[in-house]
């Protein structure tokens, strides 16, 4: 009976967890197919900026700054939750392999990180972080937040603090496969205008056309950095939701051993109390 009492305890505990793991599951499914479906909306918008922008006369918006120090922004796309598997770990590698890298280059790095997950993870690798906040206050980053941080940015960029930007996240493959890349934010890969045919009707420009480049390049700057926080986000989602189905998972596999050991474990007492019974009435010798 202790071996079918501490089933029994093991069984009631796993029910009891059940829901909470439903639950977390479903909010990570939700969350990735959010994030996913705002990621559509803001690569189509990224592409049509960048069409304008390679319509528009002169210069390409997105230059590299003249006098800009050669350093470069690191920033890194992290977690603020846990339960996203190696999530965390394969930034912090992908991380350390670029900053060896641009080491051998004798190229300077500043390093940004959003995710107080992943700001533990690289304190524990002693990696020196030059700024750290959260990734996002809701489960999706907003637009708002995009902003907040290309304003930042830019501004680094205009007084040439840095000549380029770098963004390191963990992008999705399949289920819960995730692979770390790096992504160039400034200077701005713009649409080659060789080769390109001439539009027609010519575009009628109402504005300075320096003050239309500045404008979309701010806002190609915003759109893109928006995607990237998109696609980080919905790859952590996925790795989570994938990790909490493998648990979900597992718990039924265990759910039934347990329900079958202690029904067995039953079966067996009352086996042995009919024999006692039995016994005890002189219908068998003991």
Known sequence: ???SGRAE????NIQSVEPILNAL???????MQTARRKLG???????????LASWLPGEAPGRMQ??????????V???????CGTFNTDLVEALSGLLAQMDEERREALVWVLGHRLKSSLDREEILVDHAEGFAESTVPDFQRALQLAESIQAGFKEGRFDRVLIILNKRLQAER???EVEQLLPMKMKDKQGKAERWPPPILETDPEELRERIRKQALEVNLYRFL?????AEHAARFHLLENASQNMERLTEELEMEVQLARQQAITTEMMDLIAAAGLIKT
Not at 9 to 12: A, F, G, Y
Not at 25 to 31: E, F, G, I, Y
């Open 41 to 51: 909306g803001a690569a189509r918008y990224g592409r049509e900026i960048l069409e």
């Open 66 to 75: 003249a006098g800009a120090r050669r350093r470069t922004l690191l920033v």
């Open 178 to 180: 995730t692979r770390s």
């Open 230 to 234: 998109l696609t980080s986000s919905a």
């Open 25 to 31: 599951r479903t909010v990570s499914q939700a969350s």
């Open 9 to 12: 305890e093991r069984l009631e």
């Open 1 to 3: 009976m202790k071996g």
């Open 77 to 83: 796309l992290g977690s603020d939750r846990g339960l």
